[in-house]
Structures are given as C-alpha cells and as structure tokens.
T-cell receptor, first 110, second 114 residues
Framework: QKEVEQNSGPLSVPEGAIASLNCTYS??????FFWYRQYSGKSPELIMS????GDKEDGRFTAQLNKASQYVSLLIRDSQPSDSATYLC??????????FGTGTRLKVLA | EAGVVQSPRYKIIEKKQPVAFWCNPI?????LYWYRQNLGQGPELLIR????????DSQLPKDRFSAERLKGVDSTLKIQPAELGDSAVYLC????????????FGPGTRLTVL
C-alpha cells in the first residue's frame, strides 16, 4: 500500500467550476499536510498547509482535513485555465520527512 | 528575497561518468533537502541536512551518491558513476527549521544519462 495516494487524473473541469482534489494517507501518526502545485517542467510550489481537522481557506483554495478518515482534500473555486497543473499532496509524520503522492493532473477547460 | 538556487539546470552525461549538482538555500534556512523526482512521480527524499549535519540519508544510494554541506549553507550532491536509471530531476528544498514544515523548492536540475 502506497503511503500517500492520489488519483493521477487527468481531472478535467470547465472554467469557473470547483475542482476537487483528493489524497489519502496510511500513517495515522501524520501531523502535517501540504498541497503543492507543479506546472510542467517547473518545481513544486507550496499553496496550502493544514495541521488540524476541518477546513482552511486561502483565497480560492480550501484545504480539508479529516484525520479519522485519513483524508485530505483541496478545493479550487472558480477554476481558471492557469490552475491547470499537477497538484501534489505531501504528508509529514512528525519526523520532518515529507512523503509525496504521485500528484493529480488538473486540466481547466476554457 | 532570493529563492533556492540550483545549478546546473540541465545536464546530459554518458553512463559511468560523474556528475555534481549545487544548491544554495534561502538565506537563513537551516534545513536543506535533496529530492529526486522521476517523471509522473512525486519527489522522493534523498537526504536532509540540519545545518551541516546529515540527519536523514536513509534513501540515499550510498554506493554511488554522496552529498556534503560543509559550512551549513550551500550543498553539493554527487553521483559517481551515473547509471541510466539516475535520469531524473534533482530538486533542492530548504526550510527555516525542520520543525517549520513548509519547504521551498529550487528550480531543479534535469539529469539525462545516455
């Protein structure tokens, strides 16, 4: 079983819609959760971090964490073509080590 | 504030040749990470430094890979000899402290081994 799992996609959504990206993890001791955006040929860029159960909003982005279900998600409201990228979920168990998922490729259709 | 700097950006070598990558973290960041990212995969940690000390190198293939961070600032990752399977993007990241979990990535070095 992979430690951090993401659907590789592509996830296609029309412009202006809500994109929902999901991530599950296997280590119940995980404490920190991150979403990175990676454009093709570029390095990962941190867009959200979340540490406690519930929702965390930043602009058009909302991260949701449910530790009981070992599930973290990222919602992107009013999706734009510029949001088209691969979104990486990263999980840290407190040993200061990130485990990355394989990423979900998002395509926002104009 | 300057971000994480890496060089070279691209490197093409033949198998069995040596190669080295350089990274300069964000000023004041004590923790430095080297990752390898294969196509279609997430980054995989190779080694983590706290200042000049390598505190997690469990994923580093020590028979051919080596790394150093002599003065606790910039770092070099070396492969000798390179193999075809080493073709990947090598990413450097830094964070203020290991407990300050947010990591910032450099642009990466794309290595092609022929």
């Amino acid at each position: 079983q992979k430690e951090v799992e993401q659907n590789s996609g592509p996830l296609s959504v029309p412009e202006g819609a809500i994109a929902s990206l999901n991530c599950t993890y296997s280590d119940r001791g995980s404490q920190s959760f991150f979403w990175y955006r990676q454009y093709s040929g570029k390095s990962p860029e941190l867009i959200m971090s979340i540490y406690s159960n519930g929702d965390k909003e930043d602009g058009r982005f909302t991260a949701q964490l449910n530790k009981a279900s070992q599930y973290v998600s990222l919602l992107i409201r009013d999706s734009q073509p510029s949001d088209s990228a691969t979104y990486l979920c990263a999980v840290s168990s407190g040993t200061y080590k990130y485990i990355f998922g394989t990423g979900t490729r998002l395509k926002v259709l104009a | 504030e300057a971000g994480v700097v890496q060089s070279p950006r691209y490197k093409i070598i033949e198998k069995k040749q040596p190669v080295a990558f350089w990274c300069n973290p964000i000023s004041g960041h004590n923790t430095l990470y080297w990752y390898r990212q294969n196509l279609g995969q997430g980054p995989e940690l190779l080694i983590r430094y706290e200042n000049e000390e390598a505190v997690d190198d469990s994923q580093l293939p020590k028979d051919r890979f080596s790394a150093e961070r002599l003065k606790g600032v910039d770092s070099t990752l070396k492969i000798q000899p390179a193999e075809l399977g080493d073709s990947a993007v090598y990413l450097c990241a830094s964070s203020l402290e290991a407990s300050f979990h947010e990591q910032f990535f450099g642009p990466g070095t794309r290595l092609t081994v022929l």
